[in-house]
């Protein structure tokens, strides 16, 4: 499979609980994003890497969440003191960047999160 | 963040086209229209996009109005594998984070 990877795909977890997500994006790709949809909703943007450089933060991406991408290759989202509010499914893209050139991002399945 | 406006459902027979508008008053020169659609449990999937002129690809068609205020995304011939919300996102060039807005969920009937 060469699509994007998101492990797990599912995750509990108790309230005050660190967790964190991992993605494998499509490999010859050097763009990569977070995004977080909630029930209903459209997905929203979190943060977006450039190979291993993280260009842009959302506010959306309080203090308790921080991701990385070592290497410029797959990247990790923890959060930390989890919240229920922070209940979503986290979803991770990548893209490969030409210049400005506008192209396809390619989507993972995403990792659904409950805090109970 | 540019805005779309999309209504928020639509329903369309089996093997009928189904077009898609979107309202982009806003937009600037350097936006692009991209459409991505959304199956339920799944990320979202790249569907088309443009500029300037209508595109079209083996998925579907991209109508841009001529002054870029509004597009359409055509659906030659809906099929139940269709059935997704359908997002119209502006990402501007060289730019590279694009804000979904809630999108047009589709039911296609048989």
């Known amino acids: 499979d060469t699509g994007v990877s998101q492990d797990p795909r599912h995750k509990i977890t108790k309230r005050g609980q660190n967790v964190t997500f991992r993605c494998d994006p499509i490999s010859e790709h050097n763009r990569l994003y977070w995004y977080r949809q909630t029930l209903g909703q459209g997905p929203e943007f979190l943060t977006y890497?450039?190979?291993?450089?993280?260009?842009?933060k959302s506010r959306l991406l309080s203090d308790r969440f921080s991701a990385e991408r070592p290497k410029g290759s797959f990247s990790t989202l923890e959060i930390q003191r989890t919240e229920q509010g922070d209940s979503a499914m986290y979803l991770c893209a990548s893209s490969q960047g030409r210049g400005g050139v506008n192209t396809e991002a390619f989507f993972g399945q995403g990792t659904r999160l409950t805090v109970v | 963040d540019a805005k779309t406006t999309q209504p928020n459902s639509m329903e369309s027979n089996e093997e009928e086209p189904v077009h898609l508008p979107c309202n982009h008053s806003t937009i600037s020169g350097t936006d692009y229209i991209h459409w991505y659609r959304q199956l339920p449990s799944q990320g979202p999937e790249y569907v088309i996009h443009?500029?300037?002129s209508n595109v079209n690809n083996r998925m579907a068609s991209l109508a841009i109005a001529e002054d870029r205020k509004s597009s359409t995304l055509i659906l030659h011939r809906a099929t139940l594998r269709d059935a997704a919300v359908y997002y119209c996102?502006?990402?501007?060039?060289?730019?590279?984070?694009?804000?979904f807005g809630s999108g047009t969920k589709l039911n296609v009937k048989p």
């Open positions: 890497f450039q190979n291993e450089a993280q260009l842009e």
């Open positions: 443009g500029l300037t």
């Open positions: 996102i502006l990402r501007v060039y060289n730019f590279n984070k694009f804000y």
